[in-house]
């Protein structure tokens, strides 16, 4: 059974720092790009970071700059840093494996407020 854990949500006040964890198990990590996504208070799920297996890197322009995505394939680990936090980086975050989305988390919340 493939099970992806997100932790390291809570509040932060802006221009604070974040380190979202997805701890994921049942299936072969190192085969699979790395993505965290992001929903907002009323709006879509929205992507905001991916990491291949072979190691590259995209972001979304919202995020780019200021959050690092990781992967520990030993630990079976995902990591998304985040820095800088603004209020409109509020939401629920998701970390997921494959390009469309073939597994899941259940999210951890995110909110930035003075």
């Known amino acids: 059974q493939v099970q992806l854990v997100e932790s390291g949500g809570g509040m932060a006040q802006p221009g604070e720092s974040l380190r979202l964890s997805c701890a994921i198990s049942?299936?072969?990590?190192?085969?699979?790009?790395l993505q965290w996504y992001r929903q907002a208070p009323g709006k879509q799920r929205d992507w905001i970071a991916t990491?291949?297996?072979?190691?590259?890197?995209a972001y979304a322009d919202s995020v780019k700059g200021r959050f690092t995505i990781s992967r520990d394939n030993a630990k079976n680990m995902g990591s998304l840093q985040m820095n800088s936090l603004k209020p409109e980086d509020t939401g629920i975050y998701y970390c997921?494996?494959?390009?469309?989305?073939?597994?899941w988390g259940q999210g951890t919340q995110v909110t930035v407020s003075s």
């Open positions: 049942g299936i072969n990590f190192s085969q699979y790009p």
């Open positions: 997921a494996l494959g390009y469309g989305g073939d597994y």
């Open positions: 990491l291949t297996k072979g190691g590259t890197t």
